[in-house]
Antibody, heavy 121, light 106 residues
Framework: EVQLMESGGGLVQPGGSLRLSCTAS????????MIWVRQAPGKGLDWVSY????????YYADSVKGRFTISRDNAKNFLDLQMNSLRADDTAIYYC??????????????WGQGTLVTVSS | SNELTQPPSVSVSPGQTASITCSGD??????VAWYQQRPGQSPVVVIY???KRPSGIPERFSGSNSGNTATLIINGAQAMDEADYYC?????????FGGGTKLTVL
């Protein structure tokens, strides 16, 4: 059974840092691109970052570029998101999701349960 | 412009057909996916590449995409279909989501 489990969320002050992790199981993690999506309280889905299976290609949303860093460890089945210079508008539930294939318009076919990040003083 | 526009809310009576639209510039030239998010749960893909339905998704879910509008259609809506629905596409190096539509079945 495919499972994705996020961890690392919590309360952080503006300007602070936080590292999120996503632990994958039930599939060959190293074969799939992965993505982070966030959802502010009561709001819609907002893409954050994308990474290919071998980490050769990485994309970021403009809103997090230069502040967030996505990475993965295929040997340990981990996907990470290092978040620096956090702002109040980064407050959201952060989901990791599997990208079904590398290529044209893949769906996000499995999602974790999400981890809540709250940026507040 | 790189924006996807959805109506904030749609209502449907049980057993009737619900249509949720997603509008964007030349959207018909791109593939659209749709995600269902029930309250307190993570999103689930219900349609991808405009018309394809993942295994396990009921046949009452279908999609279309032409011109500037993609549409998610739920034939014979059920109470369990009450949820937020998001359209999504890949646009070069970015991922775009629509603002979401709250479907009420009553």
């Amino acid at each position: 059974e495919v499972q994705l489990m996020e961890s690392g969320g919590g309360l952080v002050q503006p300007g602070g840092s936080l590292r999120l992790s996503c632990t994958a199981s039930g599939f060959t993690f190293s074969s799939y691109p992965m993505i982070w999506v966030r959802q502010a309280p009561g709001k819609g889905l907002d893409w954050v970052s994308y990474i290919t299976s071998g980490s050769s290609t990485i994309y970021y949303a403009d809103s997090v570029k230069g502040r967030f860093t996505i990475s993965r460890d295929n040997a340990k089945n981990f996907l990470d998101l290092q978040m620096n210079s956090l702002r109040a508008d980064d407050t959201a539930i952060y989901y990791c999701a599997r990208v079904k294939w590398f290529g044209e318009s893949p769906p996000l076919d499995y999602w974790g349960q999400g981890t809540l990040v709250t940026v507040s003083s | 412009s790189n924006e996807l526009t959805q109506p904030p809310s749609v209502s449907v009576s049980p057993g009737q057909t619900a249509s949720i639209t997603c509008s964007g510039d030349k959207l018909g030239n791109k593939y659209v996916a749709w995600y269902q998010q029930r309250p307190g749960q993570s999103p689930v893909v219900v349609i991808y590449q405009d018309i394809k339905r993942p295994s396990g998704i009921p046949e009452r879910f279908s999609g279309s995409n032409s011109g500037n509008t993609a549409t998610l259609i739920i034939n014979g809506a059920q109470a369990m279909d009450e949820a937020d629905y998001y359209c999504q596409l890949w646009d070069s190096s970015t991922v775009l989501f629509g603002g979401g539509t709250k479907l009420t079945v009553l």
